[in-house]
């Protein structure tokens, strides 16, 4: 019996089902570090501020070109949408194909979970 409880174990583990309950806060932790490429240019948190480029606090819901006090490309301004998580998704990955002609200089992420990690993350920054 010890056998086989050694061999189901061993199959939730490489079926990943040992480190899912974790991943949640994994997640978070895991976007701090990837937000750390945007940090150069966006803040996040009570103190943030518009820099380069706007603060991301309540990005999710917010109008595309919207945040007041931030001088936005025209391409942003005439977007016509809210951010949700898929477009943000999108937008993290091909900026100028989800808004061309942004000013936003960023090449884009091509890892998925580094997208879902970041967004996770910006989920901890919910707008005031």
């Not at 501020?49 to 936005?72: C, D, M, S």
């Not at 898929?86 to 989800?98: E, G, H, M, N, S």
Request: some cysteine; proline content about 6%; glycine content about 12%.
């Amino acid at each position: 019996m010890r056998g086989v409880c050694a061999l189901l174990g061993l199959v939730l583990v490489l079926a990943g089902c040992g480190r899912d309950r974790d991943r949640p806060v994994d997640r978070v932790e895991s976007g701090r570090k990837v937000f750390a490429r945007c940090a150069n240019c966006h803040q996040v948190g009570p103190n943030a501020r518009n820099i380069f480029g706007p603060e991301l606090n309540g990005i999710v819901g917010r109008r595309a070109g919207g945040l007041p006090g931030y001088a936005y490309s025209p391409a942003l301004r005439q977007a016509g949408f809210v951010w949700d998580e898929a477009t943000l998704a999108a937008f993290l990955r091909d900026p100028q194909k989800v808004v061309p002609g942004n000013s936003m200089r960023f090449w884009g992420l091509s890892d998925d979970e580094q997208i879902a990690d970041l967004l996770a993350y910006l989920r901890t920054h919910p707008g005031s």
